[in-house]
């Protein structure tokens, strides 16, 4: 049987879903359908995505550039990538040349602000831009190359190599942040490219950093024009037309929960491997032995600033409430007031649903405190309710921790602060994403995905023995 062209669709008509389900075609849908365009349908949850023609082209000559630089790249030396690094990072130093970078993030922020959107991650301030200049010096200066031998078996006769070589295009979704500009060109110190859609908010200044400092640095160094390529366009459909680009060698999504694992499903579905960073938010268990200073420490760094690894819920062992919940209340407002507001705090019970819920917030830290009655209580609410990411235990029992590490299903298990889930903080390497639990424990890695975990392995054989006979 051969597939016909699909050009146009007509309210109600059914679009088979899973296999075993349907769904039907909407007004809005069918009339926007048309020539060109693409329907991609996420069999787990029977979403009708329209990829319309224009999109699919501005990513498909994305992935074109992409995919032709990776194959050239094969003959630049590694002093050339390093050399990229150094001149990215130097321009984006250097004043002048990041003039207008600022404007440009400027009038993003006001177009954001005015349309009521939050800004905390969308500020391109000096520590934001001091923290890109160091992430893109560390991929200058990192031991990490393209090839490298990671192990050797040896036989009679003959032996065989086992060797860490470059994946191919890496495809990125990033929420609108600035700085990950230092995160997906990572991606090349191992001489791969990248093709990425950032959040609209970012949109202007993520033109700005390409056109003033990544485009310049790679003609210095070099390298092909195509290794590093932004998705322009402000639809969400790019993202899914990227995702769906069977190319891709890895789809990185960082973003919302929703819209993330609706990413991940598209990527699957393409035969495209996925490392989705989805919903987040840490939880913390002080226990019956908890030394109050620590934790009061702890909620009070963990509160600081919202991101994914940001204090989410809260345990407390009921036999500790009297001392302890004070002491939470008081770091919580401590932290809310080096910002100059009040904490907004939930306090909930065991089993609430609401337990599950990411506070996202941008200038208000957002909290919930649960009393349990012990650990072994905390641990099974989180491994209910949580996203399966971040969690933390203080405690002055050594015994205790070695069970809450055990029963505890998270990738992230630590006995302070919680924001210290960071590849670069925790492992000096920016971070491409980091990874859930929540739907299951990853094969074959940790849940910080980085510039250098990202290749695949070749075997390659040197016969000693030309009479070598199987």
Known sequence: MTAQPLTSLT??????????RFVMVPPALADAFGPG????????????????????QIVAAAVSDATEAFAALAAVDDARITEFFDRFATLLADDAAFAPIAAANDADVDSA????????RLVLDAKMRAGMIDGLR???????????????????????????????VVGFVFEGRPNVFADATGVLRTGNTVVFRIGSDALGTARAIMTHAVAPALAAAGLPAGAVRLVDSAAHAAGWALFADHRLSLA???????????LGAVARQHGVPASLHGTGGAWLVAGASADATRFESAVRHSLDRKVCNTLNVCCVVRSRQADLLPVFERAAHAAAAARGVAPVIHRLEPGDPALATEWEWDDTPEVSVVVV??????????????????????????AEHERFYRAVDAPFVGDGFTRWVDGQFALSQPELGLSNWQGGRLFGRGGV??????FTVRLRATVHDPELHR
Request: negative net charge.
């Open 37 to 56: 365009d693409r329907l991609v349908v996420v069999h787990d949850t029977g979403d009708l995505l329209h990829i319309p023609a224009a999109e699919g």
């Open 449 to 454: 995905l980085s510039g250098d975990s990202v």
């Open 138 to 168: 560390v991929w200058r200066d990192i031991r990490t190359r393209r090839s490298q031998q990671v192990g050797e078996v040896r036989h009679e006769g003959w032996s065989v190599a086992q060797w860490r070589d470059p994946l191919g």
């Open 373 to 398: 009655d012990d650990v072994a209580q905390a641990v099974a609410e989180c491994n209910r309710h949580s996203p399966h990411f971040v969690a933390s235990l203080i405690s002055e029992d050594a």
């Open 113 to 120: 602000r005015r349309r009521g959107r939050a800004i905390g």
């Open 252 to 262: 990185v999504a960082r973003g919302s929960g929703a819209a993330v694992a609706q």
């Open 11 to 20: 309210a109600g008509e059914r679009i088979l879903v899973g296999g075993d």
